[in-house]
């Protein structure tokens, strides 16, 4: 493109999603990726941690159910009440804010003496992943490419798994080097190391800016470096008038205009993140339960995880080629399947398939829901989508834990409390074919 080819017409969304990414995009798509490792360790680190602590302090494991549940509590306020701060502030202080908090209360994690101060310190750090989850994704989403996003968004996610799944062979040398302390100070520290890397290379949403404060010098900067061949005294031909909304809230979502997709969105978080966050929670608890020793059921455990990376990277090269819908059915369906397989297969090798075709099933089309929830909004109120998703979703992941230690504690075996998973697993399926392929147009 040169300065006598610029059209008119040209905005910034159009050239965002026209032109290659450059290396500032790359690099800012390099640290939301890590941002989402680090807090997919940070929210596996506390279920790996349990076997080790229930066994120092003689206590049943089921008394940290709400310990479990506390950071995913964390997470939906946060959500819901911090997270669309960065539709007003910015989605850079926003993120670099919460990876800040989610550090300092990690690390704070090893004052604990009781499940109590558990809860206390989950707490605080599901209240920063309530804001550093949506807002890295709304922040990526408004770097990459149209034709690009899917699959990259799908990779940006997928380093949560990667990181989760990295913490299950993590956590067995340190916890036997250090105890379970040491890997919350692990998880505490690298947060704020990847705050100050953002703080020091990442720009600011070019779309937020454009949206909110069109005036800001900030653009014509940040136009300079993904376009220099733009003359920046065009720059108010590149820029669209800016979409101005009063007030951004969760009715924004419930307009006729939007709510069929949010109600549909919403229903398969709900249930999907039931399933998965039982499994996150319980699954080390379950497989030592059913005989396997304590390094291999953290291993075994978080196949899930890896899984999920690879289901999810073959679910966003379809949702990048229009077939988001027919991929997320046969996900969801071949989950439940193998979960009722569980009351059939005996424990071992037969599980670790089943382990790994699952995490590509209820993790993979998570991370699928998770892009979704970015294309189904438009820029002035997509922070405010991904994180009242995040929210609503909340309701299933917060209810896991509780509803896994009760299950737990009336008796039933491993195999068969995995087989009742396939429930909520089918019902996606279904809700699935409630979804419309032209919700995804932003």
Not at 200 to 222: C, H, T, Y
Request: aromatic letters at 8%; glycine letters at 10%.
């Amino acid at each position: 493109m040169t300065n006598q080819t610029l059209h008119p017409a040209l905005n910034i969304e159009h050239l965002l999603d026209t032109r290659p990414m450059t290396t500032l995009q790359i690099l800012l798509v390099i640290l939301c990726g890590a941002t989402m490792f680090i807090d997919g360790f940070g929210i596996q680190v506390m279920a790996l941690s349990v076997p080790s602590i229930s066994a120092e302090w003689g206590l049943p494991a089921t008394r940290f159910a709400m310990a479990l549940s506390a950071s995913l509590i964390g997470l939906t306020v946060g959500a819901a009440l911090l997270a669309p701060l960065g539709d007003r502030f910015g989605r850079r202080p926003a993120l670099i804010s919460a990876l800040v908090a989610v550090g300092l209360s990690t690390a704070g994690t090893v004052l604990s003496s009781s499940p109590e101060q558990f809860v206390f310190w989950r707490l605080l750090t599901g209240l920063g992943l309530g804001v550093s989850i949506p807002i890295c994704n709304t922040w990526a989403a408004e770097y990459i490419p149209l034709r690009q996003r899917g699959i990259v968004l799908v990779l940006i996610n997928a380093a949560m798994g990667v990181g989760a799944f990295s913490a299950g062979f993590m956590a067995p040398p340190v916890i036997e080097a250090w105890s379970w302390r040491g890997v919350f100070v692990l998880a505490g520290v690298t947060p704020v190391l990847v705050a100050v890397l953002l703080w020091r290379w990442a720009p600011e949403s070019l779309k937020f800016l454009n949206a909110r404060r069109p005036g800001d010098p900030r653009v014509a900067a940040i136009l300079a470096r993904i376009a220099p061949d733009i003359d920046q005294r065009q720059v108010g031909r590149v820029i669209a008038a800016p979409l101005r909304v009063a007030r951004v809230s969760v009715a924004a979502l419930l307009a006729p205009a939007y709510r069929s997709r949010t109600l549909v969105l919403w229903g398969l978080l709900i249930l999907n993140l039931f399933s998965l966050y039982l499994l996150i929670s319980w699954l080390p608890t379950l497989l030592q339960s059913a005989g396997w020793l304590p390094a291999a059921a953290l291993r075994a455990a978080v196949l899930i995880q890896a899984g999920g990376v690879i289901g999810g990277i073959a679910l966003g090269l379809l949702l990048d080629r229009g077939k988001t819908l027919p991929a997320l059915f046969v996900a969801f369906l071949t989950a439940a399947l193998c979960l009722a397989l569980f009351a059939l297969v005996p424990s071992g090798d037969g599980w670790i398939v089943l382990l790994l075709m699952i995490g590509g099933g209820i993790t993979g089309a998570q991370l699928s829901l998770n892009a979704l929830c970015t294309s189904y909004y438009p820029a002035a109120i997509k922070a405010t989508g991904m994180s009242w998703a995040g929210v609503v979703g909340s309701c299933g992941s917060i209810s896991a834990p509780l509803a896994g230690a009760w299950i737990i504690g009336q008796g039933l075996a491993p195999a068969s409390i995995l087989a009742l998973l396939g429930i909520p697993a089918l019902l996606c399926a279904v809700g699935v074919l409630l979804m419309r392929s032209h919700w995804q147009a932003h």
